[in-house]
């Protein structure tokens, strides 16, 4: 029976993936060099980056006027990169979603004034925020999807400054206009390939030269590898967004993506034992916090799942419960074997 991980990040990659890498890890052009141990200054390596940022163009639809980087320190460095990057007046505008946009904003403070706004919810549950209460400010930072807390925004209204969007755990698993925002961030490790990894996606006319340290302006990743990146995530990530494309891009995984989380609130409604937190239309295409109601049983499902061979559902500690990440390599068996341990459990303790 297989294995699945519902990990909220590092996630599942595609098996098909790891195979592959397991068969070419020992020779990657040449006999007997590994691309681990291949200068990221060679000719096939910058053939890998190079296919890495194209494949990227091709899935999000990325125009040229914008630029691809390619960094390390997780989606947390950009908390501080953003702001010190962008800053003019010295003033941003943060919706508060959640613990992720919390922590991007306490960084912002360090480099300006940071006014909060929270999100509007409407009827049908769906999430967006007021666009008049944003003026006269260097950006507005969203988080689009929230992790932790299992939410989305399902509207982005216009606003005349640039938008910056965290999608970390939403990115290559729905949609995103990416024209809509000045700069699009996202730590690897979820959607993209293994951690190590960070990708910022940046409109060319925000980049402005700076006094700061050098790895630390945008400037200087533009177009050219600055320094050493985590070759072996560059190179993992160019096979996982060949995948990606195989399967038939972006608007295939969100169809999946939809159809997998579909099955599991379906069932959460219904449930007599479990069910989900988030509800409405702006509940997380990928990230499902539920609960039994009990700490205990919580605890006790998780356990009878791990026994099943389904791993990490245990909630994000600041919110207790359960949480199930359905990344794109999370197959819809995964989703459907979780409905039916779900099930069985709920049949053995009611
Ligand atoms: N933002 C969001 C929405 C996240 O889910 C995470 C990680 N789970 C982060 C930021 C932080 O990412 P990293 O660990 O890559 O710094």
Redesign the pocket.
């Known amino acids: 029976m297989s294995t699945y991980t519902y990990s909220?990040?590092p996630g599942m990659l595609p098996t098909e993936v790891m195979q592959e890498i397991q068969q070419h890890l020992l020779t990657f052009e040449y006999e007997g060099v590994s691309i681990i141990e291949t200068s990221h200054r060679s000719a096939s390596f910058q053939r890998v980056v190079d296919s890495l940022g194209w494949r990227l163009r091709r899935l999000m639809h990325i125009p040229e006027n914008y630029a691809v980087l390619w960094l390390q320190?997780?989606?947390?460095?950009q908390f501080s990169m953003i702001p010190m990057n962008l800053r003019k007046q010295n003033r941003f505008v943060y919706v508060d979603t959640g613990i992720?946009s919390k922590?991007?904003m306490e960084d912002a403070k360090y480099f300006g004034e940071v006014d909060v706004i929270h999100p509007l919810v409407d009827a049908t549950g769906g999430m967006s925020f007021e666009s008049s209460l944003v003026q006269e400010v260097d950006y507005l930072h969203v988080?689009l999807?929230?992790?932790?807390e299992g939410t989305r925004f399902t509207h982005i209204p216009e606003v005349d400054i640039p938008l910056i969007a965290?999608a970390?755990?939403n990115i290559l698993a729905e949609q995103i206009d990416v024209e809509r925002f000045g700069v699009i961030y996202a730590?690897a490790?979820?959607n993209i390939g293994p951690?190590g990894l960070?990708v910022v996606i940046i409109r060319r006319d925000l980049i402005q030269s700076l006094q700061l340290p050098s790895y630390l302006q945008y400037a200087s990743h533009v177009d050219t590898l600055f320094n050493t990146p985590s070759t072996f995530s560059v190179y993992v990530a160019e096979r996982v967004l060949k995948w990606v494309e195989d399967c038939g891009g972006v608007e295939a995984m969100e169809r999946l993506n939809r159809q997998k989380s579909d099955r599991i609130y379906s069932y959460l409604e219904e449930s007599t034992c479990f069910s989900p937190i988030v509800t409405g239309e702006r509940r997380s295409l990928t990230n499902i916090p539920f609960t039994t109601g009990n700490q205990e049983l919580d605890l006790r499902f998780e356990r009878y799942a791990l026994e099943r061979g389904l791993l990490e559902l245990g909630g994000h500690r600041s919110v207790g419960g359960l949480r199930a990440s359905l990344y794109n390599a999370m197959p819809l068996e995964g989703a459907e074997r979780l409905v039916d341990v779900m099930r069985a459990f709920e049949e053995e303790t009611h």
Do not use: Y
Not at 73 to 77: E, Q, R, Y
Not at 145 to 148: H, R
């Open positions: 909220a990040g320190g997780g989606a947390t460095l992720w922590k991007a988080t999807n929230n992790t932790i965290d970390s755990s730590g490790q979820k951690a960070t």
